[in-house]
């Protein structure tokens, strides 16, 4: 079982890491485009995106947890874990207290034509968006590495 819940584990993060280069790789497009429509295109397409990256970071806590209580050789002090736990956290609170709010207030910005502000504000959503990649990078790296084994 703990295989199965390595792998489900890994692949959600796969699916959260590699949605967070390609929405940041996608919103430097849009944010040079100067397009009104296409900012906001993909302001839209990351609402439902964001839906996708917290169904994976839900995944990866839970299998997360599943291999802790599973398996012997695994503590809940260990500082990889404890890592793990924050960066899923900090995460999920991003996506639900900045990046959903924000990216929906894009999208109001396009629709009342303030296309200034809403450059400005996927330009914040963007360096945001930076942090938490390295923050994502470091989690993985913990994971890897096995601190505090």
């Not at 790789?25 to 397009?35: I, K, L, T, V």
């Not at 503590?75 to 956290?89: C, D, K, P, R």
């Not at 999920?92 to 929906?104: D, R, S, V």
């Not at 930076?130 to 890897?144: A, C, K, Y």
């Amino acid at each position: 079982m703990y295989d199965w819940l390595l792998f489900i584990h890994i692949v959600a993060a796969m699916v959260w890491i590699g949605g967070s280069v390609l929405a940041g790789f996608f919103a430097m497009r849009a944010g040079q485009s100067r397009d009104p429509q296409r900012i906001r295109a993909f302001a839209s397409d990351m609402v439902v995106a964001g839906r996708i990256f917290s169904f994976a970071a839900l995944v990866i806590l839970v299998a997360g947890v599943l291999m802790v209580v599973t398996e012997d050789f695994w503590e809940w002090e260990n500082t990889f874990i404890i890592i793990g736990f924050a960066g899923v956290l900090i995460g999920g609170a991003l996506g639900g207290a900045f990046y959903t709010p924000q990216t929906e207030k894009v999208i109001e910005d396009i629709d009342a034509d303030r296309h200034a502000e809403a450059g400005a504000r996927l330009q914040r959503i963007g360096r945001v968006a930076q942090v938490e990649l390295v923050l994502l990078l470091v989690v993985v790296f913990s994971m890897v590495a096995n601190w505090g084994v």
